[in-house]
């Protein structure tokens, strides 16, 4: 056992766990945060997807040992039941979930995006949005939803978070 200190959503923590821990067991035993889901565990669905050091990365992979000094995001960083973010209210006004199983996933690939691009292509969009899978078939309401959250995003003051 190591002891890492990881900073999620702002917020410091230290655990202690094996070097080669995915960063999602971390977050979902350690830190009790259940946004990321464990979907396949292969890297090939995206239901695990946090943001690290702005990066949208498929935690089911990630080593706890090689997060350092990224911050990590996850959708409970977004905001809240009673007061979700731009982007959360984007995927509520979309009705971009279905059984819901993927849609932390792609609002933290969504997140990592707009955090890069805050005006992206529908083109963009697509293609950013691609590794991450939605068994249900809302994808064309997910896409919406990204364009909605840029839209929103372009009405805001500077600074104002997704």
Request: glycine share 12%; net charge positive; proline share 5%.
């Amino acid at each position: 056992m190591t002891t890492y200190h990881l900073r999620v959503n702002g917020r410091d923590h230290a655990v202690d766990t094996d070097p080669d821990t995915p960063l999602l067991y971390v977050l979902r035993n350690d830190l009790q945060m259940n946004g990321a889901k464990f979907g396949c565990g292969l890297g090939q669905c995206g239901a695990c997807t946090v943001t690290m050091g702005g990066d949208a990365v498929m935690s089911c992979l990630v080593p706890v040992s090689v997060v350092g000094s990224r911050d990590v995001g996850t959708v409970e960083g977004l905001g809240t039941a009673g007061k979700p973010g731009m982007l959360q209210q984007a995927f509520i006004d979309e009705q971009a979930a279905q059984c819901g199983y993927c849609i932390a996933g792609m609002m933290m690939r969504a997140q990592s995006l707009l955090a890069k691009n805050p005006k992206p292509t529908d083109a963009e969009i697509t293609k950013h949005m691609m590794p991450n899978l939605c068994r249900c078939g809302t994808h064309m309401r997910i896409l919406r939803a990204v364009r909605r959250a840029s839209n929103a995003m372009a009405n805001q003051p500077a600074g104002a978070k997704a």
